[in-house]
T-cell receptor, first 112, second 117 residues
Framework: QKEVEQDPGPLSVPEGAIVSLNCTYS??????FMWYRQYSRKGPELLMY????GNKEDGRFTAQVDKSSKYISLFIRDSQPSDSATYLC????????????FGDGTTLTVKP | GAVVSQHPSWVICKSGTSVKIECRSL??????MFWYRQFPKQSLMLMAT???????TYEQGVEKDKFLINHASLTLSTLTVTSAHPEDSSFYIC????WGTGRPEAFFGQGTRLTVV
């Protein structure tokens, strides 16, 4: 069983929809939870990160972490075609980002 | 955010030849850089940790003699795929993090698409 599980999708939504992306994990030592966006043939870029449990909002993006359930989510409001990409969750025990454990990524398509 | 530049973005080489990929941190110093491999529709697999001025640390199952890593300066790490074979064809990505921010931010290069024919 993988340490981090992420539904690969693909996920297709109409423009303006609310998107929910999720990951589950098994390692209770994870303290930092990140979401990366990766466009085709490009390296990932960090969208946001959360420390421990709780919510964090940045514009149209909201990250949620529930450590008791070992479940994290990324919500995208008012989705745009430019949001079409693969979204990777990642988790780490400390701030050593290079040692993060990544999910397989969810491919999202937002249709105009 | 910080910028990590990776070159080349794509390369095609003949089987048996070697290919060098460069990873540069443009606006910060990185004592540690990381090299990943990504297969289609799969996640990033950490191959090795590149340490400035010392030997790289390889993940289990990664052949260190095949994937040579050199981290000669605080802004440059190179990955050389030696005696490349078609099964080495993949997307290789590096990352680096500015030291001391207290944040788990990894900045990734653009990636290199290697095709071995």
């Amino acid at each position: 069983q993988k340490e981090v599980e992420q539904d690969p999708g693909p996920l297709s939504v109409p423009e303006g929809a609310i998107v929910s992306l999720n990951c589950t994990y098994s390692n209770s030592a994870f303290q930092y939870f990140m979401w990366y966006r990766q466009y085709s043939r490009k390296g990932p870029e960090l969208l946001m990160y959360t420390y421990s449990s709780g919510n964090k909002e940045d514009g149209r993006f909201t990250a949620q972490v529930d450590k008791s359930s070992k479940y994290i989510s990324l919500f995208i409001r008012d989705s745009q075609p430019s949001d079409s990409a693969t979204y990777l969750c990642a988790m780490s025990v400390n701030t050593n980002a290079g040692k993060s454990t990544f999910g397989d990524g969810t491919t999202l398509t937002v249709k105009p | 955010g910080a910028v990590v530049s990776q070159h080349p973005s794509w390369v095609i080489c003949k089987s048996g030849t070697s290919v060098k990929i460069e990873c540069r941190s443009l606006d910060f110093q990185a004592t540690t850089m990381f090299w990943y491999r990504q297969f289609p529709k799969q996640s990033l697999m950490l191959m090795a940790t590149s340490n400035e001025g010392s030997k790289a640390t390889y993940e289990q199952g990664v052949e260190k003699d095949k994937f040579l890593i050199n981290h000669a300066s605080l802004t440059l790490s190179t990955l050389t795929v030696t005696s490349a074979h078609p099964e080495d064809s993949s997307f290789y990505i590096c990352s680096a993090s500015p030291w001391g921010t207290g944040r788990p931010e990894a900045f990734f290069g653009q990636g290199t698409r290697l095709t071995v024919v």
